[in-house]
T-cell receptor, first 113, second 114 residues
Framework: EADIYQTPRYLVIGTGKKITLECSQT?????MYWYQQDPGMELHLIHY???????EKGDLSSESTVSRIRTEHFPLTLESARPSHTSQYLC????????????FGPGTRLTVT | KNQVEQSPQSLIILEGKNCTLQ??????????LRWYKQDTGRGPVSLTI?????NTKSNRRYTATLDADTKQSSLHITASQLSDSASYIC?????????????FGRGTQLTVWP
């Protein structure tokens, strides 16, 4: 069982609200990732980080932003939530010690009304 | 275009029966192929990982095969259990970038009935 945590697990929020999805890992992994997944669809990479103070946008354009101030913490922020942001958000981490196999958190199911 | 296609999209089987899930990919260059199990409302959990030189790999009741020439993989589940009900995702990694880019299939939704 991977030591990677996401909070909240479920969030229902109104349009226009600012939200932050938390992701933490206790494995000391240098790389972390955020994916977006809609029901029955593949995971899409929206952000990744090679290490502290390193963040990059992924393949899928997203209005969210991320930060990596500490190795273990990789929060995702939406400044103004919209119904189109309704989705499942999955955080993952990897490291050279795991041959860069990605370990996933349990996900946050976000619903914007 | 790098793609990962899985079939069937969904599958229903009775408890105790075997089943085989398919994955075809066009990812190039190829580094490795993983099968993940994703329970509803949870994150994916790795079942197996295979590199170019590996043809088959087992993990308890799960056996994965890889044919790198035809770019096909299968996941065979033996003596299915109710807890096997989940989405099974095929993920292919290329070696063309330092990120180790992952390409995800849409998954096969397996339902095991008692």
């Amino acid at each position: 069982e991977a030591d990677i945590y996401q909070t909240p697990r479920y969030l229902v929020i109104g349009t226009g609200k600012k939200i932050t999805l938390e992701c933490s890992q206790t494995m000391g992994h240098d790389k972390m990732y955020w994916y977006q997944q809609d029901p029955g669809m593949e995971l899409h990479l929206i952000h990744y980080s090679y290490g502290v103070n390193s963040t990059e946008k992924g393949d899928l354009s997203s209005e969210s932003t991320v930060s990596r101030i500490r190795t273990e913490h990789f929060p995702l922020t939406l400044e103004s939530a919209r119904p189109s942001h309704t989705s499942q958000y999955l955080c993952a981490s990897s490291d050279r010690s795991t041959s860069y196999e990605q370990y996933f958190g349990p996900g946050t199911r976000l619903t914007v009304t | 275009k790098n793609q990962v296609e899985q079939s069937p999209q969904s599958l229903i089987i009775l408890e105790g029966k075997n089943c085989t899930l398919q994955c075809n990919y066009t990812v190039s260059p190829f580094s490795n192929l993983r099968w993940y199990k994703q329970d509803t409302g949870r994150g994916p959990v790795s079942l197996t990982i295979m590199t170019f030189s590996e043809n088959t790999k087992s993990n308890r009741r799960y056996t994965a095969t890889l044919d790198a020439d035809t770019k096909q993989s299968s996941l065979h589940i033996t003596a299915s259990q109710l807890s096997d009900s989940a989405s099974y995702i095929c993920v292919v990694s290329d070696r063309g970038s330092t990120l180790g880019r992952l390409y995800f299939g849409r998954g096969t939704q397996l339902t095991v009935w008692p």
